[in-house]
């Protein structure tokens, strides 16, 4: 059974504002968190609640609710922006 994918605004205008490739790579990966949230290369977020997932060197940052089945987006960006 998969999750259900939710994507914050803030999220959704960070991924739109990504360079084209990245964008779709982005949309990609948070596409193939609806049938595996814990993908391989997932870490768990330190001081603060979440997970992470890499593509080059941009970050998604979801959390994950297992008794409902959601995965929320809430942030998309570059490595060195992305944990401000």
Same mark, same amino acid.
């Given at each position: 059974?998969?999750?259900?994918?939710?994507?914050?605004?803030?999220?959704?205008?960070?991924? %739109?504002?990504?360079?084209?490739?990245? %964008?779709? %790579?982005?949309?990609?990966?948070?596409?193939?968190?609806?049938?595996?949230?814990?993908?391989?290369?997932?870490?768990?977020?330190?001081?603060?609640?979440?997970?992470?997932?890499?593509?080059?060197?941009?970050?998604?940052?979801?959390?994950?609710?297992?008794?409902?089945?959601?995965?929320?987006?809430?942030? %998309?960006?570059?490595?060195?922006?992305?944990?401000?």
């Amino acid at each position: 059974m998969s999750y259900k994918l939710l994507i914050l605004p803030r999220a959704q205008k960070q991924i %739109a504002d990504l360079p084209e490739q990245q %964008a779709n %790579a982005a949309e990609v990966a948070i596409r193939s968190l609806a049938a595996n949230p814990r993908p391989t290369g997932c870490k768990k977020l330190a001081g603060r609640e979440g997970w992470r997932i890499r593509f080059g060197s941009y970050r998604i940052l979801y959390k994950i609710d297992d008794l409902g089945r959601t995965v929320t987006v809430t942030d %998309a960006g570059h490595r060195r922006e992305i944990y401000r």
